[in-house]
């Protein structure tokens, strides 16, 4: 059952329901401790009051998020996340979110070499939150959106399938995240 209830209203005794977010108990009986939404559970016997509000926590499955890629492996990469893009209330814990080589686009990758690089700063959609975060970068717009050069350390721009340092004259190639979706970006190939 759900209804909207205010702070303080009744929600149940808790001989029958255990409180959850969003709830306190006094005297056996459970209360609203914030406006919102009361979802009362009978089968589970919980209730808890939602906002709609998202809530504050670590990074979620379905979420998007920016990140820096911290070290590549054979098949695995290690992405430190900065950011979440759909929850400005999300924990950033020092935790890496690891990135798997068939995760990278819908091509065969043997390594990263093409793809990522230490220091690459992507755009992440998180598949996987329970026991350890776990990102893809195979959609169109995720992928590296910022490089650096290996060899000067400047910011490198956008070139093709890849960045381009003026500097170093040098390209490397990267699953890029397209900015532009449409027509428009096809004129652009
Ligand atoms: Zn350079």
Known sequence: MKKPVVPGEKLGLSEEYIGQAGTYEEDGTIFAGRAGTAIIDDSERTVRVETGE???????????VVGMVAMTRSSMAMVEIMHCINNPRTIITEDYATLHISKISGEYHKDFSNAVAPGDIVKAIVIEDEPAVRIKLNAPDLGVIKSTCAFCGQVMERKDRGFYCK???????????????????????
């Open 167 to 189: 500097i170093c004259d040098k390209s490397v190639k990267r699953k890029v995240a397209e900015l532009k979706t449409g027509p428009e970006a096809k004129a652009d190939q």
């Open 54 to 64: 998202p809530e504050p926590g670590p990074p979620r499955k379905g979420d998007l």
